[in-house]
């Protein structure tokens, strides 16, 4: 019987997910199409960074990055302080490590890179779990703080987005908009069933839009 509750809780998930994504394609090719007679937007779309990276790195690159480094990575600084706790802020602290390392690091291979940054990370997490107090900082645990967390890291998640361009105006702003909404979906469920279900659906919700840019890339 839980096997059964857990398979159609994911099932009704990766719906839910894999439409919002699909909503998010159609938000972005509807809008495009009505801001394009601006010169402004014109220019901060012709920049974007993950059209002018994925031809440098290749398609293998594009769907481990949307599919998993990306997911695992944003859910770890995004939805992970939602619950302020030790474990969570050693998590936080490991992702902000791995952007830290693979920034900093001048290294060619990004296989290298991934590599050294993922191991650096979860060191780094090891070494704040260990000697965090084990002990929930009750006063930011509560569901008022819960929720201010959730806004706070939703609308952080939607524009931190808007550097995929070259530029931050007012037209990258209204291409994130449905990012903020999804991440407050995807904060609601990280609170309701744990972090790794918001990495999973995230993967999820990040594979049409994977498929898309490797259609264009072809």
Do not use: D
């Not at 909503?23 to 509807?30: A, E, G, M, P, Q």
């Not at 220019?43 to 990276?53: A, E, M, R, S, Y």
């Not at 594009?62 to 992970?80: G, K, M, W, Y």
């Not at 703080?145 to 037209?171: C, D, E, K, P, R």
Request: proline residues 3%.
């Amino acid at each position: 019987m839980e096997y059964s509750n857990r398979k159609e809780k994911f099932i009704r998930f990766f719906c839910t997910m894999f439409l919002l994504s699909i909503i998010y394609i159609l938000w972005f090719s509807v809008v495009e199409k009505w801001l394009y007679q601006y010169n402004e937007f014109k220019q901060i779309t012709n920049q974007n960074l993950i059209f002018t990276l994925a031809p440098k790195r290749g398609v293998f690159f594009l769907f481990l990055s949307a599919c998993f480094i990306t997911p695992v990575l944003e859910e770890i600084l995004f939805r992970a302080p939602v619950i302020f706790s030790p474990k969570n802020i050693s998590l936080f602290i490991g992702g902000v490590s791995y952007i830290i390392i693979t920034k900093t690091l001048h290294i060619n291979s990004w296989k290298i890179l991934f590599l050294i940054g993922a191991i650096s990370g979860v060191f780094i997490y090891k070494i704040w779990s260990t000697f965090l107090i084990k002990k929930e900082i009750k006063i930011l645990t509560t569901k008022k703080m819960i929720v201010v967390f959730t806004i706070i890291t939703s609308l952080i998640f939607g524009a931190v987005h808007t550097l995929n361009y070259s530029q931050v105006n007012i037209y990258s702003l209204i291409l994130t908009i449905p990012i903020v909404f999804s991440g407050f979906g995807l904060a609601y469920i990280r609170i309701k069933n744990g972090l790794i279900w918001s990495i999973v659906l995230h993967s999820i919700h990040n594979l049409p839009l994977a498929i898309v840019l490797l259609i264009y890339q072809l």
